[in-house]
């Protein structure tokens, strides 16, 4: 049974860099939702509960944008590790972004059917 109280966008797939304390490790957003999104990255990226942000560009040529997160699980993988975020305490701007960057994806999928 699905727990989701937010839809989620996937494969959805965006560089992006973690930061915890002083700590920046790149990888790859590879869901998305309102609520919170998915990571891809080569290095073990922080433990589960703690804070971090995520910049990342939704739109060529932008400013990144910064979202506080927390960690929620991380698991190995056989070539890297994935882990799964919440986004907390978004401000109007992040949301606004992020519920840009889906209604796009969902219109070039309703375009590509």
């Known amino acids: 049974m699905e727990k989701r109280r937010v839809a989620r966008i996937q494969p959805f797939i965006a560089r992006c860099v973690i930061v915890h ?7 790859y957003l590879t ?3 309102l609520g919170g999104a998915q990571v ?3 290095d073990a990226p922080p433990p589960a509960e703690a804070e971090v942000s995520v910049e990342a560009r939704f739109e060529s040529g932008a ?3 910064v979202l506080p997160a927390r ?3 991380v698991k190995p993988e056989a070539r890297g ?8 305490g978004l401000g109007e701007a992040e949301q606004a972004v992020l519920q840009g960057v889906i209604e796009r ?3 070039r999928a309703d375009e590509l059917s």
Do not use: K
Not at 81 to 88: K, P, S
């Open 21 to 27: 304390a002083r700590r920046r490790l790149s990888g």
């Open 31 to 33: 869901d998305i939702s």
């Open 40 to 42: 891809a990255c080569d």
């Open 63 to 65: 400013e990144p944008t």
């Open 71 to 73: 960690v929620r699980w």
């Open 81 to 88: 590790h994935v882990c799964g975020l919440t986004f907390d």
């Open 105 to 107: 994806i969902l219109r």
